[in-house]
């Protein structure tokens, strides 16, 4: 089920446990999202799917390492908002010309403060109001240098660049987790970013139920569907939300897998 290029936001997923999270976040917005694995990415896959911005998730992966986890470099050639979450943002500024350090100082896990840096931003309306903000930290690694054109807009303690951007092109990024609920504000840098993005902020689970249903259709046309039941919850969705789309047209197949409860 593809929706109208202008309304996707793509989460690129490199093996955080808090992608679904954000992705949550978001549909709490009212914004369609989608989450992609990394090696998934190609430069077809992003032209093809046209979105209007991109989240780069947290991970558990260093960027100093050589085998860890990238994403094309065209994809900050699109022209739409990028936000670099944790690891997002370390990667960023990786392949766009910083530099990343480790080290047992500048390490943070848990509560953090930041505070205020150079002009106003837009990732960052409505934080500030009382001083400093709380934020959730969790990373070994940090940013040392800045790839040009790039400027701070908040630091902590031990992470000098917290919220750094790119404002000409759109592209921010963060050291600490905003979808999180220890980060208070963290929803509201998520509106923020949404609305650089300029997203209609109008998407429901209705309206998703409501077009996925007529795509099943358009899809199966007279022709029958034949469902495996198992009795979970990814099955059982998917036969209901079939058999909304076309009734009698299909037939589900109990597969019994042995991870049922007792008498279930």
């Known amino acids: 089920m593809v929706f109208k290029k202008e309304e996707l936001l793509i989460i690129i997923d490199f093996g955080s446990q808090l992608t679904q ?80 350090k480790r080290g047992a100082n500048t390490a943070e896990f848990g509560k953090a403060y930041i ?7 837009s990732l960052l309306k409505g934080w500030f109001n009382e001083g400093r903000e709380q934020v959730w930290m969790s990373h070994g690694d940090h940013v040392s240098k800045l790839p040009e054109n790039f400027k701070v807009f908040a630091s902590s303690e031990k992470a000098p660049f917290a919220v750094v951007a790119n404002t000409n092109q759109n592209m921010f990024a963060v050291q600490f987790h905003p979808e999180v609920y220890h980060t208070p504000k963290g929803f509201k840098l998520l509106d923020n970013f949404v609305k650089v993005c300029r997203f209609s902020k109008n998407w429901t689970m209705e309206s998703y139920l409501e077009k996925t249903v007529r795509a099943i259709r358009a899809q199966v046309g007279k022709n029958k569907v034949i469902c495996a039941l198992s009795g979970g919850v990814d099955s059982s969705v998917t036969a209901l939300l079939i058999n909304k789309a076309i009734g009698n047209q299909l037939t589900c197949i109990f597969v019994d897998n042995g991870l049922l409860r007792k008498n279930e």
């Not at 954000?22 to 914004?31: G, T, Y």
């Not at 992609?36 to 558990?60: Q, T, V």
């Not at 992966?61 to 022209?79: A, F, M, N």
């Open 21 to 100: 999270l954000i992705a949550r976040r978001l549909r709490e917005l009212k914004v369609y999202c989608e989450i992609h694995p990394y090696n998934s990415i190609s430069e077809d896959f992003l032209n093809e799917r046209g979105a209007k911005g991109f989240i780069l998730s947290g991970s558990p992966s260093s960027t100093i390492d050589k085998e860890s986890p990238r994403v094309p470099i065209c994809l900050y050639k699109l022209g739409v908002p990028i936000l670099g979450i944790c690891y997002g943002q370390q990667l960023m500024m990786t392949q766009l010309g910083g530099s990343i």
């Open 115 to 121: 505070q205020k840096v150079g002009p106003e931003l």
